[in-house]
């Protein structure tokens, strides 16, 4: 899994959407959800708002998905996921997001203190505790087919690296990731090389790896 220790390697784990293909999913709750899950996104088929992260049963998910990454000897994990409240427009869930984050991190790193703990970026959500931060589409809009745009307007860039900024001023690492290629990633990676930004230019569907960028 590791390439002479010069590479890290981490895990994908939503860690506040609950997902229907996943193992921990049970039958029963095809009839009649667990009281901390809410309605389908409308985004993505077959995953579910979690609106009670701090529930005794999606907190056993939760830490038993952090011990598989470690277990199977991953560098760390990237929680994702976590933006739920926004789609739910609770105040209270954001709150309740930030407090379940930070006591994931806690799990993972009391499991193994050089686990590194990624977060997907969420631009109002601030965890100190993290190790650093993965941000999607910050030059390019998501909607883009990765050849003609669109761009993101000035007013989203400038928020969301004032986001990024916040963190890598804070001493952590920074990502972007970009779904364009040539000329689009060439102007976007501009931007990222500016502000002292890791980026990767990466397909859509998220079935390649570019190794060469």
């Not at 407090?99 to 977060?119: C, E, G, H, P, R």
């Not at 502000?195 to 190794?211: C, N, P, V």
Request: aromatic share 12%; glycine share 6%.
């Amino acid at each position: 899994m590791k390439d002479n220790g010069s590479k890290k390697i981490l895990a994908y784990l939503s860690i506040g959407q609950a997902e229907r293909y996943r193992k921990y999913w049970k039958p029963e709750w095809d009839k009649k959800k667990p009281v901390w899950m809410s309605k389908e996104s409308r985004r993505w088929k077959n995953t579910y708002m979690v609106s009670d992260l701090m529930h005794a049963e999606w907190q056993a998910i939760a830490k038993t998905m952090i011990d598989n990454a470690i277990n199977a000897g991953f560098d760390g994990v990237l929680f994702s996921g976590i933006d739920s409240y926004k789609f739910l427009h609770s105040e209270k869930l954001k709150k309740q997001t930030i407090d379940f984050v930070n006591l994931m991190i806690s799990y993972a790193k009391t499991k193994n203190s050089k686990f590194a703990v990624l977060i997907d970026d969420v631009d109002d959500l601030k965890i100190d505790a993290a190790d650093g931060i993965v941000k999607q589409n910050l030059v390019y809009d998501w909607k883009s087919n990765g050849i003609t745009g669109p761009k993101n307007s000035d007013a989203d860039i400038n928020k969301g690296i004032a986001n990024l900024n916040y963190y890598k001023n804070n001493g952590k690492a920074v990502f972007v990731v970009e779904y364009v290629a040539n000329d689009l990633w060439r102007d976007a990676k501009s931007v990222l090389d500016k502000h002292g930004f890791i980026g990767y230019s990466g397909l859509r569907l998220l079935d390649t790896l570019r190794l060469k960028q």
